[in-house]
């Protein structure tokens, strides 16, 4: 059974996971995905930091939301180790739910052409293709999705 909770993006088993993370990412895309998410932007109002356990407590995955606009969350390092089935399923669902709680009514994201598993994963769970945001302008490895939390 998976359980996710809110947590600090700075403690050891964060950290762990945030490097599993950097490093998947640098494999697959060439990038470890670092310099767009500090954990220091988990301090602002309305951000939130969450990791996945499994049932003896073992920290499995992560991820985060931050504030984009009043209305727009951003998805941030969504991370699954892939132990267990449903962390993937488990963290988005917490952060969607948590983001829509905080008053936000869409969650946007980035993710690189070349992580198919990631490009699936969120097409699979509702996201659509938007055009790119923010430092992703002009960067065509970049492909930006988003869901509406209204409804």
Avoid at 49 to 55: E, F, G, K, P, T
Avoid at 75 to 92: T, V
């Amino acid at each position: 059974m998976v359980t996710v909770e809110k947590s600090d993006p700075l403690s050891p088993d964060s950290c762990h996971l945030i490097e599993k993370l950097s490093a998947e990412l640098a494999s697959i895309t060439g990038d470890s995905g670092k310099s767009n998410f500090t954990t220091d932007s988990m301090h602002e109002d309305r951000a939130l930091w969450a990791l996945a356990r499994d049932s003896r407590g073992n920290a499995i995955g992560c991820g985060a939301i931050r504030p984009l606009t009043e209305n727009i969350a951003e998805l941030k390092r969504m991370f699954s180790d892939r132990s267990a089935p449903g962390i993937g399923n488990a963290l988005l669902t917490f952060l969607e739910t948590s983001a829509k709680s905080m008053g936000y009514n869409e969650l946007w994201l980035e993710t690189r052409h070349v992580n198919h598993k990631a490009v699936n994963f969120y097409k699979k769970n509702g996201y659509i293709r938007i055009g790119n945001y923010g430092p992703y302008i002009g960067r065509e490895e970049a492909v930006c999705f988003a869901k509406s939390l209204q409804g």
